[in-house]
C-alpha cells in the first residue's frame, strides 16, 4: 500500500482473479462446472465469469466517476493479462504481471492467486464459484488478504460473494473509502461425496477475511430445516396438491433444494435434488437444464406455477444453485407464476428476497415489483420484499 503525502489518503492495490471456467455447466444442468469446462463448451456454454467481471468493473467505474466516490480512490488493480484477468478489465489500465494459459487449472487459480500476494495486493477482487473460493483460500494458507468475491459459479454458499456483480463495485469502492469493517466469514461448499449418495449438505471447508457488508455482502449459507418442522411441510405439500386437483392442467416447475424435495415425497413425486423438474398431467421430467425447460414451455399457453424455495441465510430465490432458470426462462414461465415458499425456521432470518437473474433489465422488474408471493403453511401466504441489490 502507497500513501499519497499529497493529499493524505491511500492508493490501494487490488488483484483480479477469474475463474473463466466457473459457471458454465449452470444453463446446462451441470451441479458444478469442475472439471466439466471441455463438455460444457462443448455443449454450448457461453462464458458467464468473466462478463461478470467485466459487469463489476464497469459498474466500479461508474461509481468512480460519481459523487459517491466522495474522496477520490483511484486503485491499481493488478492481474494476468488474458483469461484468468485481463480480457475482463475493459477500460482499466492494470498493472499486468504474466500471460494466463489457454487452459487453467486449480493449480493456476493457486499460482495467480500467490503472484497477486508477492505483488502486495490489498485485496483480492475475484470472479468464479465456491471452487473457486476454496481454490483461492487454500493458496492463501492464513494469509489475511480480503477477499470480494462476484458471483458467478453455480452453486455459491461461502459468505465472501457481494449479492451481485454491481453489489461487489459497491463492496469494492466503500473498502477502498475506508467505510467497511473486515471480518471473518465461513467458506462453504457441497459434500460432493454426500450429494452423489442422494443428500445435500453443506460443510465448512475453512474461513476469509471478506468486507462486512450485510446489505451487499451475501453472507454464509445456513441449513435450517428441522425435524420438528415436518408437519408444516406436509402441509406445505397438501397445498400444492390441491392446486394441482382443482387444475389438472397446471404444470408445475419445481426448483432445487430439500425444502421443495421433501413437499414432493409427500405427494409421490421424485423430484432432483439440485435440479429443476416439472410435474404436469402426472408426468414428472426430472433435471431440467435451460434447453429442455424451455422446449416444454415453448407451446404451452396453459396456467404454470414456479416453486423456489430461499436459500437459507442469504435469502437468494433465483440465482443460486438454479442457473437452469436463465432470463428466457423466467420470462416463458412468467413472473406472475412464481411461488416462493419456506418453512417457519427460514422465515425467523427471512426479512426479504434476493434475485440475481444475471439480466439486468430482469432483475430491475423484479425490484419494480417490490413484492413476490411465498407460501408458508397449508393454505397461508405472505408476499416478502424483493431486496433492492
Known sequence: MIENKTNKRQ??????VVNPDAGL????????????????????????????MQQCISRFLDLQQSSLNRIGVDPTFVAWTGRMGGD????????????????????????????LVSANVDAILYAGGDGTTRDI????????TPLIGVPAGVKMHSGCFATTPNAAAEVLLAF???????????????????????????????EAWTPSSPRFMQGAKEQVERASEAETIEGLANHIGNLIEAD????????????????GEHLDVELTL?????????????DLNEKAL??????????????????????????????????????????????????????LGLSSVRIDTGDVALDEEFQQRRFVKLLQGYRTTRVIRVLDA
Not at 90 to 112: F, I, K
Not at 137 to 144: F, Q, T
Not at 180 to 205: F, H, P, S
Request: charged share 25%; no cysteine; aromatic share 6%.
Open 11 to 16: 492508493i490501494m492495490r487490488i488483484g483480479v
Open 25 to 52: 455447466g449452470g444453463r446446462l444442468g451441470f451441479k458444478g462446472s469442475d472439471g466439466r469446462a471441455k463438455e460444457a463448451r462443448e455443449a454450448g456454454a457461453v462464458d458467464r465469469s468473466g462478463p461478470r
Open 88 to 115: 475482463w478489465l475493459d477500460g482499466v489500465d492494470y498493472e499486468q504481471r504474466q500471460p494466463s494459459p489457454s487452459e487453467s487449472t486449480a493449480d493456476d487459480t493457486a499460482a495467480l492467486v500467490l503472484d
Open 137 to 144: 483460500v487454500n493458496a492463501l494458507d492464513g494469509h489475511e
Open 176 to 206: 477502498l473509502q475506508g467505510d467497511l469493517m473486515v471480518a471473518i466469514t465461513e467458506v462453504m461448499d457441497l459434500d460432493e461425496e454426500i450429494y452423489q449418495r442422494g443428500e445435500w449438505k453443506v460443510r465448512m471447508y475453512g
Open 248 to 263: 389438472p392442467e397446471l404444470m408445475v416447475i419445481w426448483g432445487s433444494g430439500g425444502t421443495l424435495r421433501r413437499m
Open 274 to 286: 439440485l435440479g429443476i423438474d416439472i410435474q404436469h398431467k402426472g408426468t414428472v421430467y426430472g
Open 294 to 347: 424451455l422446449e416444454h414451455l415453448k407451446d404451452y399457453e396453459g396456467p404454470r406455477l414456479l416453486l423456489l424455495s430461499p436459500m437459507g441465510g442469504q435469502g437468494f430465490l433465483i440465482g443460486r444453485g438454479n442457473l437452469q432458470l436463465s432470463p428466457d426462462v423466467l420470462r416463458a414461465i412468467g413472473l406472475d407464476s412464481i411461488l416462493g415458499v419456506a418453512t417457519p425456521s427460514k422465515l
